[in-house]
C-alpha cells in the first residue's frame, strides 16, 4: 500500500543544467552546515504555492515548459544573504516566465512569493554574518560569470526537510521560435 501524506505546500524551481548543478551542488557540499544540507542546490521561482493547485500547476507547468526553450542566464555576482551566501541570476526571460505563473495563481500567492523574486543558489545559510562574510570575499576574489541555461521546471512538495519531487518538466520549445 503507498504511502499517504498530508497535504503540504508546492515549491516551483527551475532546472539547472549538469554542469552547473554539479559545480553548486560541490559549493553547497563545502560550505552549508551539513546538518542543514539536505537538499540539491536549486533556484526556487515560488516558496509555498497551495497545495489545492497541485494538479493545475503541474498542468500549466508542463504547458509552460512544452512551448518554452532553453532560457537563457548568467550567474553575475556573489549575493549576501545576511546569515549566509549565494550566487545571484540574472534571467530575464526567467523572471517573465515566472510572471506568467504568478499571474496564473494570483491571489494564492503567499507573502513571500509576492514580494519581488531574487533568483539565485543558495551555498552557505543559517551561518553568523562574520562566517558568511569571511565566505563572500573568498568567492568573490575568484568570481568569474558564468552564463547557461535553465532546462525545465520542477515542482515539489515541502514537507520540512528533504522535498519530494512532484514533477518535472524539460523546455522543449525552439530558439527563435
Do not use: C
Request: hydrophobic share 45%; net charge positive.
Amino acid at each position: 500500500m503507498a504511502a499517504s501524506f498530508p497535504p503540504a505546500p508546492l515549491i516551483v524551481t527551475a532546472t539547472l543544467p549538469g554542469d552547473v548543478q554539479a559545480w553548486a551542488d560541490h559549493l553547497r557540499a563545502a560550505h552549508f552546515l551539513p546538518d542543514r544540507n539536505f537538499l540539491k542546490a536549486h533556484v526556487t521561482l515560488f516558496h509555498a504555492l497551495p497545495p489545492m493547485v497541485l494538479e493545475e500547476a503541474r498542468s500549466m507547468l508542463a504547458t509552460l515548459a512544452g512551448g518554452t526553450a532553453p532560457v537563457a542566464a548568467r550567474i553575475d555576482a556573489v549575493m549576501d544573504l545576511g546569515g549566509g551566501t549565494a550566487l545571484r541570476i540574472a534571467s530575464p526571460d526567467m523572471l517573465d516566465l515566472r510572471a506568467q505563473i504568478a499571474d496564473h495563481f494570483h491571489g494564492m500567492l503567499s507573502a513571500q512569493d509576492q514580494s519581488k523574486p531574487r533568483l539565485h543558489i543558495t551555498v552557505q545559510n543559517k551561518v553568523t554574518r562574520a562566517q558568511a562574510r569571511v565566505l563572500q570575499g573568498e568567492l568573490a576574489a575568484g568570481f568569474v560569470p558564468r552564463d547557461f541555461s535553465f532546462t525545465g521546471l520542477a515542482l515539489h512538495h515541502y514537507r520540512g526537510g528533504p522535498w519530494d519531487g512532484a514533477g518535472q518538466w524539460s523546455f522543449r520549445g525552439r530558439h527563435g521560435a
